[in-house]
T-cell receptor, first 112, second 113 residues
Framework: EAGVAQSPRYKIIEKRQSVAFWCNPISGHATLYWYQQILGQGPKLLIQFQNNGVVDDSQLPKDRFSAERLKGVDSTLKIQPAKLEDSAVYLC??????????FGSGTQLSVL | KQEVTQIPAALSVPEGENLVLNCSFTDSAIYNLQWFRQDPGKGLTSLLLIQSSQREQTSGRLNASLDKSSGRSTLYIAASQPGDSATYLCAVGGGSTLGRLYFGRGTQLTVWP
């Protein structure tokens, strides 16, 4: 069974630039999550999708972050414009509706 | 707001030792508690999931306990091996939506031969 796929693995940008991350969840998993993990901290939920609808985006900085999950499969997370404090690993996870989450390897973002 | 704390932040032990990692949380109204393993440059791997109605779960050399009333969980690793070296994260499931996890900062474990 293929796992959660994320790309790119690494991204380096300058502040005020825009960036996008892609996630393809495990086939058949209806629920998809984006987490942000700042160095030395635990992951923090940014947004949760159920199929192509948003369930929870209460911690998403909506002035600069956006996410979509068209057709209820893969998802894109965008930051525009990026700030220095956005440097982090962005993790995508999915679940079939149970409680065990499967995580991708993440995208490491450095904002200079 | 749920706060999750893990102690110790780092641990270095010789191979063969039995270990205890601690996790505490402030709000006992949880759905479940999970322990994850994170290797450098990789995502998280779920190790054990304890439902709020359960007291413990076991998988191989790993045993996790949950005391919801006191807001504590422990992860016990028996006969540690160098391959166990990783960061161990505790996550509490709660809030308004199922699947929302609140993570601790993790315990960085090093097991040397």
């Amino acid at each position: 069974e293929a796992g959660v796929a994320q790309s790119p693995r690494y991204k380096i940008i300058e502040k005020r630039q825009s960036v996008a991350f892609w996630c393809n969840p495990i086939s058949g998993h209806a629920t998809l999550y984006w987490y942000q993990q700042i160095l030395g901290q635990g992951p923090k939920l940014l947004i949760q999708f159920q199929n192509n609808g948003v369930v929870d985006d209460s911690q998403l900085p909506k002035d600069r972050f956006s996410a979509e999950r068209l057709k209820g499969v893969d998802s894109t997370l965008k930051i525009q414009p990026a700030k220095l404090e956005d440097s982090a690993v962005y993790l995508c996870a999915s679940t079939q509706g149970g409680e065990k989450l499967f995580f991708g390897s993440g995208t490491q973002l450095s904002v200079l | 707001k749920q706060e999750v704390t893990q102690i110790p932040a780092a641990l270095s032990v010789p191979e063969g030792e039995n270990l205890v990692l601690n996790c505490s949380f402030t709000d006992s109204a949880i759905y479940n508690l999970q322990w994850f393993r994170q290797d450098p440059g990789k995502g998280l791997t779920s190790l054990l999931l304890i439902q709020s109605s359960q007291r413990e779960q076991t998988s191989g050399r790993l045993n996790a306990s949950l005391d919801k009333s006191s807001g504590r969980s422990t992860l016990y690793i028996a006969a540690s091996q160098p391959g166990d070296s990783a960061t161990y994260l505790c996550a509490v499931g709660g809030g308004s939506t199922l699947g929302r996890l609140y993570f601790g900062r993790g315990t960085q474990l090093t097991v040397w031969p």
